[in-house]
């Protein structure tokens, strides 16, 4: 598991190269709005964090994302003047493998079952380096330097709210705040398609859902589930977890539109709406990669 | 004429009020986006220094406005509990008319050439301050602190881009940064359908240009015209101007939504525009009130 330290040292590494966000308010509570990094969402901090501490990288960096995490990697890869592959399954909206070949990554599409094969098979023929989304100690470490920032800003802060899914973004933030400030409440958010870790934090136990009912979300960032490693931090540190239906995701779109002038895609927007649950806390918004004809039949709806 | 020390006492006097924005990276530049302010605009920050600077507040505040300075009037004047008028034309759209009634104020609906001399009635009748929208040392100076953070954030800026229409925003941040920085550039943005300012730099003295032609613009907070005043500082301080088609404005405020996943108004957008243009520098994004079916519309097509 990672410790405070872990994230002290990655937030020294990642600090150069993030936007040190600010806290928005909203309503009765705050937003953390990491739709704003460079490749608009968080997972750039852990990405960076990887790379950066990368022994093995004269082969080059491979990663399988559909999403937010494969443009974080070819951020922090051509940042670190490293080769990056990245996996992308062919349902990949052509505007992410676009912007992920405009990061100058190489990016091979293939069929959504066969990409972590493709991956494992790129690493072994080329002798590169693996970067998984989140089932990796400085992906979680990176990703942790959200919670030490909020603690800056806010000393008061009560709550946190942070979508779930592989659990690599409340497993850093978790580990942060509850080292730091044990009396600050970490509550996770879910899409109530997906809600396996709600489930699993009931039971006391990793229970595992169908993908292909998780699939069913709107929040298509959120359709992952735990590993090993990040069942750990969140088993130890999340307090508790509010679940969201689709049409709150939704509008929590719409009303970060509204009233943050924020773009945020569905799944940046689920801690958003749980936060409305929850009447304050600073939420997460965690990434504002919206295909812009849904958000233009959001907002003209 | 404002100097450094007023915009310094500006700064401390608002900071607990207003969101200290990041620089975000954009293209070639940087974006500063005062559309992540609480009302949605940089106007906040003028308005908060001229309210915690008033000395006759015991009969309330007075502003005239169809748009960001009305709620940033209301905004600051709930803050220091002194009650509110505001004057808005009867062709201001209803969610602005709403927006500022949220925020506690009295709201005066009456025909657009006698918003100025109602407004001075009600300053005659209660005894009220009126608070101007940019013709106002203390407004200027409070706009002026964006300037000292992009210096604080980025001291190799090379250039600074401002939108100007009234001239409170270029006023302050110019003189705060020629203060402490001559070598930097800062270049003013006007829609070519009000650029009068650009004319009058030219010409060496204050153009004046028919309001109906300004009225042209999308970009409808960039309808005023300079005052003596901010003519004063202008004349003194700004280096060149950057006109901007009305497509180029449309285009910007899309691209700000693609890229930087930022919700602006035409106004908001004008800087970005103009930026794409010089190729470089900090743009500030000015505010972000755009009619979200207008945005729809925009994104959709």
């Known amino acids: 598991m990672i410790a405070l330290p872990d994230i002290r040292s990655a937030a020294a590494v990642i600090a150069p190269h993030v ?3 600010p806290l928005l308010p909203f309503g009765p509570g705050w937003l953390k709005p990491e739709n ?13 964090n990887a790379l950066a501490r990368l022994e093995n990288r004269a082969h080059g960096v491979v990663a399988y994302s559909s999403g937010n995490h494969a443009q974080a990697v070819a951020f922090a890869a051509r940042l670190h003047g490293v080769p990056a592959a990245i996996v992308m399954p062919d349902n990949t909206p052509a505007v ?9 990554a190489e ?9 972590v094969e493709r991956a494992e098979a790129l690493v072994a023929e080329r002798g590169a380096a693996l970067i998984p989304p989140f089932d990796h100690l400085d992906v979680i470490a990176g990703q942790g ?5 909020i603690l800056d800003d806010l000393p008061g802060v009560e709550a946190v709210v942070v979508p779930m899914s592989g659990g690599g973004l409340i497993s850093g933030v978790a580990t942060a705040i509850k080292s730091l400030r044990p009396d600050v409440r970490v509550i996770g958010a879910e899409p109530e398609l997906a809600a396996d870790i709600a489930e699993s934090l009931e039971a006391g136990e990793l229970v595992r859902w169908d993908p292909l009912k998780r699939a ?26 509010i679940t969201v239906s689709e049409e709150e995701i939704l509008k929590a779109v719409t009303g970060l539109a509204r009233h943050a002038r924020l773009i945020a895609e569905p799944s940046g927007a689920v801690a958003v709406a749980a936060q409305a649950k929850l009447g304050g806390g600073v939420a997460i918004v965690s990434g504002g990669n919206i295909d812009l004809a849904l958000l233009a039949r959001l907002l003209a709806a």
Do not use: N
């Open 36 to 48: 704003l990094q460079p490749v608009g969402a968080f997972k750039l901090r852990g990405a960076l």
């Open 145 to 149: 330097t959200i919670g030490l920032e």
């Open 107 to 115: 990016v091979f599409i293939v069929g959504i079952t066969e990409r």
């Open 96 to 104: 992410k493998i676009e912007a992920t070949k405009a990061l100058g």
């Open 216 to 241: 069913q979300t709107s929040a298509d960032a959120l359709r992952d589930e735990p590993s090993e490693l990040t069942w750990a931090h969140i088993s130890r540190y999340v307090d508790d977890v």
């Open 19 to 21: 936007v040190r966000t």
